[in-house]
C-alpha cells in the first residue's frame, strides 16, 4: 500500500512524498523546496530513499542537491534536469519504469512546458503525477515545445482511464477556471466545478488532486477538439485549436 502526502511550498507549488509500507522506501516527486520537504517527511517518520523529477525548472529539481546531501536520495529524472542542481542517478523517458519498493511507475513523454518534461503514472493505483504538463482546469506554459507536441502530450494523458489521480504540482485552478469559463462558457461541468472550486479556494483548501474524466470534461485544453468551432478553427487540425487556446491564455486578463 502506499501513501501520498501533498503540501503547499512556495507561492503555490505542490510538493509530494509517495510512502511505501513494504519496503520503507519515500520517493519525493520533484524537490521546489528542499527543508519544508525534509521537515515533511520527518514528521512522518520517513526517510526520502528516491527522489522523481518531472523537468528541469528550479521549483521542481531547485532541492535535488539539499535533499540528496540529506538523504542519499537515488535521483530519477528526465536529461534536462541536468541543467540544474543535482543530475539524476538514472535518466528516464517514455518507456523507462520506475519502482517505489513494489510498486511501478511508467514514465511518459509529455514535453511541451519543457522539451523533456516526463509524467509518472502508477497504473496499478491509478494515480499519476503530472508536473506543470496538465494543470487542473489548464496546461503549462508553452516555454519550450511546439504545440503539435505539447497536444500530442496532453493527448497521451488523456488516454489514461478517467477514473486516474492526477497530482499536478501547482495551486492555479482558480485563475484557470476564469479562463477556462471564457472559453467555454455554455459547459455545465465547468459551470459546476468553477463554483466547487471557488468555495474550496474560498477556506484555503487544495484543487489538487483532480480526477482524469472531470478534467476531461471541463479542462479547455484537453476539450481543444470540441472548442474548435468556437475558435473559428473547424476543420483545423486538434493541435491548431490548442494553440489558439494556449495562446489566448497567455494574454488573458481575467
Ligand atoms: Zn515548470
Ligand atoms: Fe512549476
Known amino acids: 500500500m502506499i501513501h501520498i502526502r501533498q503540501f503547499l511550498v512556495l507561492d503555490d507549488n505542490y510538493a509530494f512524498l509517495i ?23 520527518a514528521r512522518e517518520g520517513w526517510t526520502i530513499t528516491q ?14 542537491a ?56 502508477l497504473d496499478a493505483e491509478r494515480v ?10 489548464g496546461c503549462g506554459k508553452m516555454f519550450e515545445g511546439t504545440a ?26 482558480e485563475g484557470n477556471a476564469k479562463y477556462a469559463l471564457h472559453v467555454d462558457p455554455d459547459n455545465a461541468d465547468l459551470l459546476a466545478r468553477a463554483a466547487e472550486i471557488a468555495a474550496l479556494r474560498a477556506e484555503k483548501k487544495p484543487t489538487v488532486p483532480m480526477t482524469l474524466g472531470r478534467e476531461k470534461a471541463t479542462n479547455p485544453f484537453l476539450r481543444a477538439p470540441l472548442l474548435k468551432a468556437s475558435l473559428g ?8 485549436a490548442f494553440a489558439a487556446l494556449r495562446e489566448g491564455k497567455n494574454t488573458f486578463r481575467g
Open 128 to 137: 499519476a503525477f503530472v508536473g506543470d504538463a496538465l494543470f487542473s482546469l
Open 148 to 173: 503539435p507536441q505539447f497536444w500530442d502530450s496532453l493527448t497521451k494523458l488523456a488516454a489514461l482511464h478517467d477514473d486516474f489521480t492526477l497530482y499536478c504540482a501547482h495551486e492555479y485552478t
Open 19 to 41: 510512502h511505501d509500507d513494504a519496503s520503507g522506501e519515500t520517493a519525493a516527486v520533484d524537490t521546489p523546496d528542499a527543508d519544508a520537504i525534509l521537515s515533511a517527511a
Open 233 to 240: 478553427l473547424a476543420g483545423q487540425p486538434d493541435h491548431a
Open 51 to 64: 527522489i522523481w523529477n518531472t523537468h528541469w525548472h528550479p521549483d521542481h529539481a531547485g532541492g535535488n
Open 66 to 121: 539539499a535533499i540528496k546531501a540529506a538523504t542519499g536520495a537515488f535521483i530519477t529524472g528526465p536529461q534536462e534536469v541536468t541543467r540544474i542542481g543535482h543530475a539524476p542517478d538514472r535518466i528516464v523517458d517514455e518507456g523507462d519504469t520506475v519502482t517505489l519498493g513494489a510498486h511501478a511507475a511508467r514514465v511518459l513523454n509529455v514535453g511541451g512546458h519543457t522539451l523533456g518534461h516526463i509524467a509518472y503514472v
